[in-house]
């Protein structure tokens, strides 16, 4: 299995991004997606995350209403697009995949891409 995230990079307070994931080597449809984000030396936090169909969406309290989680199963890839950045958005940023819905957010995931960096100035 293999989680490629891509899409980070350097921009201004208010900018937007959208990283993707692309996944291989699993059944995609049948994958809970999520992201996390994690700071040098910090835990691991919940950013969001959506189940296999695509119903189901969770997002954490310090992103709701400017991040939104997506997912194209014909391409299996997940998406995160990121609204209104905010230096307090600076992190490294991680896809990881998990078969049941219980429990999202929680770092409990079966497979982890490498994280791709987000930084954002003032």
């Known amino acids: 299995v293999q989680l490629q995230a891509s899409g980070g990079g350097l921009v201004q307070a208010g900018d937007s991004l959208r990283l993707s994931c692309a996944a291989s080597?699993?059944?995609?449809?049948?994958?809970?997606m999520g992201w996390f984000r994690q700071a040098p030396g910090k835990e691991r936090e919940f950013v969001a995350a959506?189940?296999?169909?695509?119903?189901?969406?969770n997002h954490a309290d310090s992103v709701k209403g400017r991040f939104t989680i997506s997912r194209d199963n014909a391409k299996n890839t997940v998406y995160l697009q990121m609204n209104s950045l905010q230096p307090e958005d600076t992190f490294a940023y991680y896809c990881?995949?998990?078969?049941?819905?219980?429990?999202?957010?929680?770092?409990?995931?079966?497979?982890w891409g490498q994280g791709t960096q987000v930084t954002v100035s003032s």
């Open positions: 080597g699993l059944t995609f449809r049948t994958y809970v």
């Open positions: 959506i189940s296999g169909s695509g119903i189901l969406m």
């Open positions: 990881a995949a998990r078969k049941n819905w219980a429990g999202v957010r929680t770092p409990a995931y079966d497979y």
